[in-house]
């Protein structure tokens, strides 16, 4: 292991630390180094069992606030996940959206470039478009790059982070890496509609709350579009892969882009191809699974149902048909490839999700933003 993991006077800044990818690398970063962190976020629920810890310093706001952003720019690593990234207010709330994620991260980027701190920028797999049905490989500097008219708001949130994507990329002195999550999945993702939050959820939540309520899963415009499933256990480890390198190459404290294997200045897919499905298949492995929890028929559970996506999510709605990642870069410059086979992701997320909603009420009203 890298002797840097041991060093207590390293702070590394999270935003976003109590989200759902947040919460998982808050809780590795306690547990695999002696760092201390800087943990930023407007929802603390899914680490309340960190709050107390002696290593942590929390802050209460967003990067709205010009001197929250200074303040997480003096630490020498920056990890940005915050955004708001959930498909069904891409539609209803374009002008947040984009706010979100080009005007935030933008400045955060401009006072890093100003400190010296390497950024680690969360974008999306989103910004590779309204890809067909026979994309192939996502290659992170190669493929083209094509969305929908501005009039299919679908697409706010991939034009917002692919600008950030391009101003980081132009800023000059800034030590920054992107990482371009494909469709991470474990514990604690997003939330259950009308218990934790409000709107639509991501594939996994909304499939999950489904099967817990004895409803039907949806199947927007038939379950056509596919999706590369990866387990967030694995983006954890990507991270860790991240520093070690990052570390290695001087990425801090140094005043240039090093030589030879720098994840810096680099964009890397994360993602898992050998866990391709449609999303028709993701229903059909998600009710076998929720079956053999519950020790019931397949059977018993209901057959999904087909619903239009504007129907579902309202007008503006559009889809990628395919993101399959190319993982080259990650493994030849970091050494790291996600290994968690797709049965696997399902089951643990599925049983943390059955185990954690168990108690609840399903009609209580929201009290958490996603
Ligand atoms: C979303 C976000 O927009 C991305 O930023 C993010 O990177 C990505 O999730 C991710 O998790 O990495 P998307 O993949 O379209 O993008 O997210 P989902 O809402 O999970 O939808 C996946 C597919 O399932 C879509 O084809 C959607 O139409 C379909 N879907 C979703 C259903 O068929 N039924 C549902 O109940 C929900």
Redesign the pocket.
Known sequence: MNLQFNDSSITVAVVGCGGFIGCHLLDAILTRTQWRVFGVDLDFYRIQHRLGDERCEFMVADLADKSVVERIAKYPIVVNLA?I???SR?MAEAPEVIRSNYDHPAALADACAKSGSWLIHFS???IYGRTSADSGLLLEDETELTFGPVTASRWS??TA?LLTERYIAGLKNLKWTVVR?????GPYMDFMPGVDGSG?????A??SS?LVRGEP?????G?V?K?SFTSVFDAVDFMFALFEVGFSANAVGMTSKAAGKSPLSQAFNIGNPDNELT?AE??EKMRKIFADIRGVPVDSIPEPEE?S?VE??GEG?E??MR?LPSVEKAERLLGFKAKTPIDVVLRESLEWFVGHYSNTSYSDTDSASS
């Open positions: 955004a990234c959930v498909p891409y999306t797999s989103e949130y991939a982070k999550p494909f469709n991470f999945v639509i959820p991501r594939v996994l909304n499939f489904a899963l949806k199947l927007v415009n379950g579009a999706r999303i993701l229903a619903v996506g579902y999510y709605y889809d990628s993101r």
